[in-house]
């Protein structure tokens, strides 16, 4: 009879123990997985399921540097944002190569082509991340550095100010027409600075992630602005605008002039252009300009056009 009970006792033992091992399975899964078996992917996308927020239930966005570790954009406290933070840029001329990252509008640029190394979540997730995630500790994402150096950026962002802006036998005085200038690394192809005009400010954009009702209003005003502006702010014109090549073009001309044999390196010519030349110029630009807003994302090399 002790026997009999002893074998009982043993087996239901055992049988509770399978039983938790099953449970502790299933709570490490949905833990480290963030969804359950059935549907999990479905549920956890819901509106039913509301932890997205860093750093416990999602990594917290790792930052964007430049070559010298110079912040570009990161993630900081704010108890007035969507879960707790938002996200910083301390250069604006750089928005249209770094986009935005917003919880209202989306994710755009570098900011998006990177988004899951930044995010720590799918092919970014570190090998740390899952030991964080069920031990209930902070998580972060991972950052990246790019090629950028944000003193040529900003050299160059000012002799777009002071000279580029100005420059062409067709461009009005004052006026602003979309353009670019790139800095690249000769050696290595690196790029170095990429100015666009126009660009816009991702600061403004992060305010529609405010829990503030008036800053919230403004940044969706600031959204709806840049949205409406004939310069396509949120065009990166260095790598989706088209231009005719310009200066850029001059060694190949120079070249071929050369190679005729009719001139020479220590030729002069006159800067004025005849009358004719100058109105047949500026006709060709109109047309380029409007191939590129009817094309506005063709992908094409830009330079600054003279």
Not at 122 to 133: A, F, I, L, R, T
Not at 233 to 244: D, E, F, I
Not at 250 to 255: F, G, P, S
Request: charged share 20%; hydrophobic share 35%.
């Amino acid at each position: 009879m002790n026997t009999n009970m002893n074998v009982t006792i043993r087996r239901l033992t055992n049988t509770f123990i399978l039983f938790f091992l099953i449970l502790s399975g299933v709570a490490a899964y949905i833990q480290l997985d963030n969804h359950a078996f059935v549907n999990g992917p479905e549920l956890a996308a819901s509106q039913y399921d509301p932890r997205h927020c860093p750093p416990y239930d999602q990594p917290l966005r790792g930052t964007i540097y430049d070559r010298n570790g110079v912040k570009l954009a990161w993630s900081v406290p704010d108890p007035t944002a969507v879960c707790g933070y938002r996200r910083k840029y301390a250069d604006p001329s750089l928005s249209p190569l770094l986009g935005y990252f917003s919880y209202h509008y989306g994710v755009a640029g570098i900011e998006a082509t990177y988004n899951d190394i930044l995010s720590g979540v799918g092919h970014g997730e570190s090998v740390q991340d899952p030991v964080n995630k069920l031990l209930h500790k902070p998580r972060y994402g991972q950052d990246i550095y790019l090629t950028i150096d944000d003193k040529v950026q900003q050299k160059a962002n000012g002799l777009y100010d002071t000279s580029a802006i100005y420059g062409g036998v067709c461009q009005p005085q004052g006026s602003s027409p979309p353009g670019s200038i790139i800095v690249e690394d000769p050696n290595s192809g690196e790029i170095l600075a990429m100015v666009n005009r126009p660009f816009y400010d991702q600061n403004k954009i992060a305010d529609a992630d405010s829990l503030d009702t008036a800053v919230r209003a403004n940044g969706e005003r600031y959204w709806a602005s840049i949205n409406s502006d004939p310069g396509r702010p949120l065009l990166n014109h260095a790598t989706q605008g088209l231009y005719a090549p310009g200066s850029t073009f001059k060694t190949a001309t120079m070249l071929a002039a050369l190679d005729s044999g009719q001139l020479a390196l220590d030729t002069q010519f006159t800067k004025q252009l005849p009358a004719d030349a100058r109105a047949g110029l500026c006709l060709q630009r109109q047309r380029d300009l409007r191939a590129h807003r009817r094309y506005p994302r063709r992908r094409h090399v830009a330079e600054l056009h003279s």
